[in-house]
């Protein structure tokens, strides 16, 4: 089990976004959440990485689960380039694969060397950086919101296979 969710409510305000929900996501499953816009399946991934809370109910991880997100609108540092950017949550857990990022980037039509900085990326070149990020650690459980927003049809099919 990687992940396990019981009961779970999360109100905002008086609005229940979330309610009584159980879930459970066992090692090489995938789950794809289908709802209408605002009915708190972007929510429910930020519950499960712990940037909302819920009111009631459990989120159980287990704990050598290694998680990799992207959810809605990927935020960087916008005077930095891309490779500045995945390097620096390389870094931060200490698990540094240029060699492994280099072959993201090219699979993604991106140049690790550019030094643009990511201010001036595209919606679609923006959202590449997002899911090379929620990738680049060879984390075991992917959570990812609207991730083909903004990608052009090659980028589509890198990210299907």
Do not use: W
């Amino acid at each position: 089990m990687k992940l396990k969710i019981e009961h779970l409510n999360c109100h905002f305000g008086k609005k229940r976004v979330l309610d009584n929900l159980s879930l459970q996501v066992n090692s090489g499953e995938i789950i794809h959440l289908v709802g209408a816009n605002g009915s708190g399946k972007s929510t429910l991934l930020k519950v499960i990485i712990g940037a909302v809370p819920f009111s009631q109910g459990k989120v159980i991880l287990n704990p050598e689960t290694y998680v990799g997100a992207l959810i809605e609108n990927p935020q960087f540092f916008e005077y930095q380039s891309a490779r500045d950017n995945i390097e620096y949550l390389a870094k931060l857990r200490h698990h540094l694969d240029r060699a492994y990022f280099k072959q993201l980037f090219s699979d993604f039509d991106l140049d690790y060397n550019d030094r643009t900085r990511i201010k001036k990326y595209s919606l679609g070149m923006r959202q590449k950086v997002g899911i090379i990020q929620a990738f680049m650690g060879h984390q075991d459980l992917i959570l990812l919101d609207e991730p083909t927003r903004g990608l052009d049809k090659a980028s589509l099919k890198v990210f299907a296979n």
